[in-house]
């Protein structure tokens, strides 16, 4: 299978057959003020296992989507659209993002933390001190949004695509950057073409570029002959390691991807870049990692 063709692959993994059947129960069923209760959808409701599965990957998001919301709107300065909170969560069915706000703006243990257009769905305006102030997830938002520039890097232990360990041990003494991504994630299909060319200027100079590879982590469901094939199609030549649960929680509990951290030859962050950049934003953070 193609790098192309598996993008396509990714849309048909995500969005037919049972994840389609949950999206329009819960659109149907879902009511103001009524929260969902995922043990009774799943022991009565949805009972065939690829049905649970489906079910399991959706709702294991949950959690995740206030603190994608406030770190894309500190990013940005302004909200997630629904397209992008469904590129970042691999939502391919109409309406799948919608319906996952609608059950959390019933759910009391979630922090009344957007505003939503009425109309359209779209979200107007996210609450970050509400997140912040959360006891759930003041914490992990606290570490994911604190500065990091001027810091060093977490220590770093992975294992590469071809086996080999890559971590701080190798990257010791050698200006780098750490990004953080997965298979056909829309914006890093936009970045890493830009860091392939990037990379092939700057690694000669001792440049170094770790592809953290978050697949695994967010239970996408891609093997590793698909992932090394895509890695190829984008004619990626830097080093790809898989993320692991110990190594996103030490660097904030990413959740916009891609997420970049340009490290300096001393093991400190110059530069701590979210969702796409352009080609010129990229070259400066690599450059400063020379100063």
Known sequence: MSWMALLAAGAVLQ???ADARIVDYLEEHVRPGQRVVVSELYNEVFTAPEERRALDRMFNTFFKIPLFAAQFQQA???????EELSQQFGFRV???AAVLLKIMESDPRMPPFLER???SGEITRV???????HPRFGKLL???????VGRSAPELSLVGYDGEPIGSAQLEGRPH???FWFTACPPCVKTTPLLVELYEEYAPEGFEIVAVNADRVLELPYSDGQR???AGGLGIRFRLAHLTPEALEAFGSVSVFPTMFFVDAGGVVVEHKVNFQERDVLEAAIRRTFE
């Open 94 to 96: 109409p309406g799948q």
């Open 76 to 82: 940005e300065g302004r909200p997630p659209s629904l």
């Open 127 to 133: 609450d970050v001190e509400a997140i912040t102030d």
């Open 117 to 119: 257009d009425p109309g």
């Open 15 to 17: 969005g037919e057959g």
């Open 177 to 179: 950057l750490l990004y």
């Open 228 to 230: 090394e094939e895509y």
């Open 142 to 148: 606290e570490r994911s949004l604190a500065g990091w």
